[in-house]
T-cell receptor, first 114, second 107 residues
Framework: SQTIHQWPATLVQPVGSPLSLECTVE??????LYWYRQAAGRGLQLLFY??????ISSEVPQNLSASRPQDRQFILSSKKLLLSDSGFYLC?????????????FGPGTRLTVL | GQSLEQPSEVTAVEGAIVQINCTYQ??????LSWYQQHDGGAPTFLSY????GLEETGRFSSFLSRSDSYGYLLLQELQMKDSASYFC????????FGAGTRLTVKP
C-alpha cells in the first residue's frame, strides 16, 4: 500500500533562518507531487507541482523553492524565512488523470516563524 | 486564471441534510473532487466526479454539471463527527482547491 511521509511535524524557526521540509512517498512509482500551504482557518494554496524528477512548476512563492531529486522525494526549501511563511505545509501525491484521481496528503508540517 | 467558489460556513443539526455548492473557473478540467479536513489534520478524499451526474458513497453524494461549471457535495443523516471543513478541488493540469466550507453540526 502507498504511504506518504512528511517531517518534521512541527517546526519553530526565527525570521531569516533557512528551511528544509522533506516529503517521501512509498508504494507507487512516478507520482505527481505537490506542496500546499494552508494559513490558519484558510484554504490550500498550491505552491509547487511536479510531474517527474527535476520537473517543478511553481506558483511563484517568492522566497520558497522546491526540488525533486528522486522519483518519490519532494523537498521544500527557503534560504531566509519570512513571518508570512508561517502555516501548515502539506505534501500530496496522485497518479494523474483517472477515474478516481484521489489526492493523498501527508500529515503536514506546522511551521511557525517568529 | 483558475478560481473555485464555495460558501465559507454552513451550520446544521444532527440528522439533517446539507448541500455544499462549488462553482469553478479553470483553463483545463478533468474532474471535481471533494475533501474533508478535521481541525489539525490533513485533508482526506471523499469523492470525485469526472462526468456529469451524481456519485453516491454512503451518506455522501457529489454532483457535477460540466456545462454549468458547478458541483455540490450532499451530506445526509448528519453526525457530529461530520463537523469539519470541506474543500472542492479541480483537476486541470494540476490540482487546485477552493477556500473551504466549515460545517458545524449541532445536536
Amino acid at each position: 500500500s502507498q504511504t506518504i511521509h512528511q517531517w518534521p511535524a512541527t517546526l519553530v524557526q526565527p525570521v531569516g533562518s533557512p528551511l528544509s521540509l522533506e516529503c517521501t512517498v512509498e508504494g507507487t512509482s512516478n507520482p505527481n507531487l505537490y506542496w500546499y500551504r494552508q494559513a490558519a482557518g484558510r484554504g490550500l494554496q498550491l505552491l509547487f507541482y511536479s510531474v517527474g524528477i527535476g520537473q517543478i512548476s511553481s506558483e511563484v512563492p517568492q522566497n520558497l523553492s522546491a526540488s525533486r531529486p528522486q522519483d518519490r522525494q519532494f523537498i521544500l526549501s527557503s534560504k531566509k524565512l519570512l513571518l508570512s511563511d508561517s502555516g501548515f505545509y502539506l505534501c500530496a501525491w496522485n497518479l494523474g488523470q483517472g477515474a478516481s484521481d484521489t489526492q493523498y496528503f501527508g500529515p503536514g508540517t506546522r511551521l511557525t516563524v517568529l | 486564471g483558475q478560481s473555485l467558489e464555495q460558501p465559507s460556513e454552513v451550520t446544521a443539526v444532527e440528522g439533517a441534510i446539507v448541500q455544499i455548492n462549488c462553482t469553478y473557473q479553470t483553463s483545463g478540467f478533468y474532474g471535481l473532487s471533494w475533501y474533508q479536513q478535521h481541525d489539525g489534520g490533513a485533508p482526506t478524499f471523499l469523492s470525485y466526479n469526472a462526468l456529469d451526474g451524481l456519485e453516491e458513497t454512503g451518506r455522501f453524494s457529489s454532483f457535477l454539471s460540466r456545462s454549468d461549471s458547478y458541483g455540490y457535495l450532499l451530506l445526509q443523516e448528519l453526525q457530529m463527527k461530520d463537523s469539519a471543513s470541506y474543500f472542492c478541488a479541480v483537476r486541470g493540469g494540476d490540482m487546485r482547491f477552493g477556500a473551504g466550507t466549515r460545517l458545524t453540526v449541532k445536536p
